[in-house]
T-cell receptor
Framework: GENVEQHPSTLSVQEGDSAVIKCTYSDSASNYFPWYKQELGKGPQLIIDIRSNVGEKKDQRIAVTLNKTAKHFSLHITETQPEDSAVYFCAASRTAGTALIFGKGTTLSVSS | KAGVTQTPRYLIKTRGQQVTLSCSPISGHRSVSWYQQTPGQGLQFLFEYFSETQRNKGNFPGRFSGRQFSNSRSEMNVSTLELGDSALYLC??????????????FGEGSRLTVL
């Protein structure tokens, strides 16, 4: 079945450094790729998303890149801050519906 | 605007019992999805409802069921509980727009422990 692989599972960086999380998907029909951030005791919250007709999207310190040929997409966070510490999930889905296939998550720790 | 509200937040059940979880979506959102979150399997899609109809279903046994009411509120039910059903159950709502997938707004979840 459809699968999304996410790496690394844990990531520790110093404040101000950049963080990169990578995902690979298996369903070639996927064309929507959101990233969610989950803080302790909260539900996941969308931080950025990208559709298949776009190769890169940026929102302030956060950027996402997509390589449809290789079925890879990545999240880049620059100038990390302690409040960026959380679990990040990538996901993929087809156009219709909201049946997201999630990666297993990356626990990001930013130390000051 | 109030967010997605899930009740109860915590509950403990024993094997063989059944449980009903409730979700109130953001006002105006007509689509409600349910996800199961566990440390081992991560976030897994259960089902999606739109206008009281199940529109999509994940790969879970028939013990897992749901429904949506005319006011868009949704419930999910798990019958004959098993230890492996212990998880955080997340509800998410979204608005309906032309052109493709919409942002999911998640509630804080209902944490179910099966003893």
């Amino acid at each position: 079945g459809e699968n999304v692989e996410q790496h690394p599972s844990t990531l520790s960086v110093q404040e101000g450094d950049s963080a990169v999380i990578k995902c690979t998907y298996s369903d070639s029909a996927s064309n929507y790729f959101p990233w969610y951030k989950q803080e302790l005791g909260k539900g996941p919250q969308l931080i950025i998303d990208i559709r298949s007709n776009v190769g890169e999207k940026k929102d302030q310190r956060i950027a996402v890149t997509l390589n449809k040929t290789a079925k890879h997409f990545s999240l880049h966070i620059t100038e990390t801050q302690p409040e960026d510490s959380a679990v990040y999930f990538c996901a993929a889905s087809r156009t219709a519906g909201t049946a997201l296939i999630f990666g297993k998550g990356t626990t990001l720790s930013v130390s000051s | 605007k109030a967010g997605v509200t899930q009740t109860p937040r915590y509950l403990i059940k024993t094997r063989g019992q059944q449980v009903t979880l409730s979700c109130s979506p953001i006002s105006g959102h007509r689509s409600v999805s349910w996800y199961q979150q566990t440390p081992g399997q991560g976030l897994q899609f259960l089902f999606e409802y739109f206008s009281e109809t199940q529109r999509n279903k994940g790969n879970f046994p028939g013990r897992f069921s749901g429904r949506q009411f005319s006011n868009s509120r949704s419930e999910m039910n798990v019958s004959t509980l098993e230890l492996g059903d212990s998880a955080l159950y997340l509800c998410a709502s979204s608005s309906v727009m032309a052109g493709g997938p919409r942002e999911l707004f998640f509630g804080e979840g209902s944490r179910l422990t099966v003893l």
